[in-house]
């Protein structure tokens, strides 16, 4: 497994997510993806499964220090004393006293973009979290956040996979010197049916979910989290560092990206996204 370098942060290509996984699974997948090779786990105070997360690394044997931890504040902590509470909270469940990466999990204009990114910052300065970002950001509300940051932030989280250009934030996110981290790759098994994606799969001997997977990495400063409650599924998505697809299967899967190719867009979180990403 290769890292992204973003302003700073090494964090790993390929990342373990935990997206709606109950607590009995996060128990049982998060100590096999860790001894299978995953390196990069993510979660979200929103996700109501930090303690389970928190156990499974204690479980695993493997050191804290080899884990990189993402985890997100939910937008009803934004406020400076709910933020800081609600992160001690976190490292609490997770049983650490600090994460690698912390991030704002959506947009939020109920409170002032300066206190959240002064929130995020004050995290950092205390040494409860080594890296910074956000989530669910458009360009402008990245190019604000990054203005207001005294730390570099390292990158956005948002949806990305084969039905989604989002060419417009991986430029300015590249501009910026941020990776993009990619959530929902399989656009929620969609993919699976793809008679493209099938193509390029069977050419390689491989699945769907490892094309998917290799897509998404082998593109500049990405970031891709894979998410399975199936032992098989995860080891299986683990085994793309040894293939490469060419510039005409690259090609052929960005070609598929659709002006209405967007899954996840809640009333209410969502903002305004960039044109060339609806």
Do not use: C
């Not at 910074?132 to 989280?157: C, D, Y």
């Not at 683990?238 to 490469?244: P, R």
């Amino acid at each position: 497994m290769f890292n992204v370098t973003a302003n700073g942060a090494d964090i790993p290509a390929l990342g373990f997510g935990t997206f709606r996984m109950p607590e009995a699974d996060v128990l049982r997948m998060v100590p096999y993806a860790l001894h299978r090779g995953f390196r990069h786990i993510d979660t979200a105070q929103i996700y109501a499964n930090e303690a389970a997360v928190g156990e499974g690394l204690s479980q695993s044997g493997v050191s804290r220090s080899q884990v990189f931890l993402t985890t997100k504040v939910w937008v009803e902590n934004y406020r400076t004393a709910d933020f800081l509470r609600s992160v001690d909270e976190s490292l609490a469940r997770l049983r650490t006293d600090y994460v690698d990466l912390l991030l704002l999990h959506w947009p939020n204009d109920d409170v002032p973009l300066s206190d959240q990114i002064g929130a995020l910052n004050a995290v950092r300065a205390a040494g409860k979290a080594r890296h910074i970002g956000v989530s669910n950001f458009n360009t402008a509300q990245m190019a604000e956040a990054s203005r207001l940051s005294t730390a570099p932030l390292v990158t956005n989280q948002v949806e990305y996979h084969p039905y989604l250009d989002q060419s417009v934030v991986l430029g300015a996110a590249r501009a910026s010197g941020m990776a993009v981290t990619a959530y929902y790759p399989m656009a929620d098994g969609k993919v699976l049916s793809d008679p493209v994606l099938q193509d390029i799969a069977a050419r390689h001997g491989r699945s769907v979910p490892q094309v998917v997977l290799r897509w998404l990495i082998q593109q500049q400063n990405v970031v891709a989290l894979s998410k399975t409650v199936r032992e098989e599924r995860a080891a299986e998505n683990l085994a793309i560092w040894d293939m490469s697809l060419d510039g005409e299967e690259m090609r052929a899967i960005n070609a598929l990206a659709k002006p209405q190719g967007r899954i996840v867009s809640p009333p209410g979180l969502a903002p305004v996204w960039d044109s060339t990403s609806r």
